[in-house]
């Protein structure tokens, strides 16, 4: 079930989101966060941090889990997910270090790299989970063709996915990691609230496919309609076609 929300300006589009998070993160004991790297979350995590620096708000029980993070790079690399998430929220926060949780796209053994992931996440309860959305559709690095019912794996970046991204290595396709390590979409419907956030003309489709498409591994995002509490922030061009 989805419930949209369409906004003007990215600030207003990041207030929603900030919102809904804040209420989940000072309603619950231990919050559980998923969270999402990307252009999406960022106006998100300022707000985050602002909040926390002005309002004291903790996040000292939060435990976290990121979607996804590039093979190949090591942590230190200024576009891998690890910086990302420390340099947009972790740094600026008070969550223990011990309570984060990102793929190891570093690991010697990938596929025991993603089993040990999920293992970590069926201890938890994801109870948000903050989205972005491919132009191809595709949520955390789950590209189409992506079985439903896939759990942490190794993903082959599609072209499409690698050219979107190429804006971050100096715009460089060959510079973008041909794989990474990601939460499958079944992981992801175990969350028990998910936020996505999404904007600009180059998500219209991807927008439409997930809300009004079929049900069909060739726009992943379209498993969202299974679940019970999806909430849908964008811009007026992102909502374009619906
Ligand atoms: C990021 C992720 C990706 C992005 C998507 C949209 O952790 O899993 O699915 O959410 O590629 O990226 P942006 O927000 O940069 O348009």
């Known amino acids: 079930m989805f419930k949209t929300i369409v906004r003007k300006t990215n600030n207003e589009i990041s ?3 900030f919102q809904i998070m804040k209420e989940v993160v000072t309603s619950k004991q231990n919050p559980v966060l998923g969270l999402a790297t990307g252009s999406s979350p960022i106006g998100l995590y300022k707000k985050m941090i602002e909040d926390h620096e002005k309002n004291g708000t903790s996040y000292k029980k939060c435990v976290t889990f990121n979607l996804d993070e590039y093979v190949g ?7 891998s997910y690890y910086t990302f998430m420390y340099t947009n929220l972790f740094n600026h926060i008070d969550i223990p270090q011990e309570n984060i949780h990102i793929p190891d796209g570093t690991a010697a053994n990938e596929e025991q790299a993603c089993k040990d992931y999920e293992d970590a996440m069926k201890k938890y309860t994801v109870d948000i989970q903050v989205l972005g959305i491919g132009s ?6 789950n590209e189409p063709g992506t079985p439903f019912t896939e759990e942490t794996h190794l993903m082959k970046l599609t072209e499409q996915t690698r050219r979107d991204n190429a804006r971050f290595f100096d715009g460089d396709i060959n510079k973008v990691p041909m794989k990474a390590i990601t939460q ?4 992801i419907m175990r969350a028990k609230k998910i ?8 998500k219209a489709d991807a927008i ?5 498409g079929p049900k069909t591994i060739d726009c992943p995002a379209s498993i969202l309609q299974n679940h019970p509490d ?3 922030i964008m811009d007026e061009a992102a909502a374009a076609k619906l």
């Open 230 to 232: 999806v909430t849908v």
């Open 15 to 17: 207030a929603e989101a």
């Open 195 to 202: 936020i996505l956030i999404a904007t600009g003309a180059n």
């Open 73 to 79: 790079l090591p942590k230190n690399h200024e576009q």
């Open 208 to 212: 439409r496919g997930m809300i009004n």
């Open 184 to 187: 499958g979409l079944a992981s």
């Open 136 to 141: 191809d559709g595709h949520i955390a690095f």
